[in-house]
């Protein structure tokens, strides 16, 4: 049977600890040129085998992503100039939009699709979908697909 790579956006909170330090040694490495794997992995207290088992298995979710289209389903209140704010931080950081769909709101709630092309000149593109998260009226953002 053929083993097929299968890919899957996490947030941090819900990783085990050893890959989130597998994350950690590989920005000290990447940031101290002079460091050895083995002095990265002594300061996150991890042991090298295990940096090493998971090294090609993660990554920073914007690592990964400039020239990718992110799907994201967001749900909003219905309130005037909420979907602008949303916009503007996809246009904040350079990201351009492909589609956007938002349906009829509901008990003051509409849902938002959008899917957005992150460019070369788009900033952190984790950081753009965590600062939508966190605007006053967005009670939900999850990420549906990354292409």
Known sequence: ?????????????????????????????????????????????????????????????????????????????????????VLGKIAEYKANILTIHQTIPINGIASLTLSVDILSETGDSSRMIGEIEHLNGVHYLKILSRE
């Open 1 to 85: 049977m053929q083993e097929k790579d299968n890919y899957y956006v996490v947030k941090q909170k819900a990783l085990p600890e050893v890959l989130l330090k597998v994350v950690e040694a590989k920005r000290l490495l990447e940031s101290q040129r002079a460091m050895t794997v083995q002095e990265a992995t002594d300061k996150v207290e991890l042991s090298r085998s295990s940096f090493y088992k998971y090294k090609d298995d993660i990554f920073p979710f914007r690592d990964n992503t400039r020239g990718k289209t992110i799907t994201f389903v967001i749900q909003i209140d219905d309130e005037p100039g909420l979907l602008s704010q």
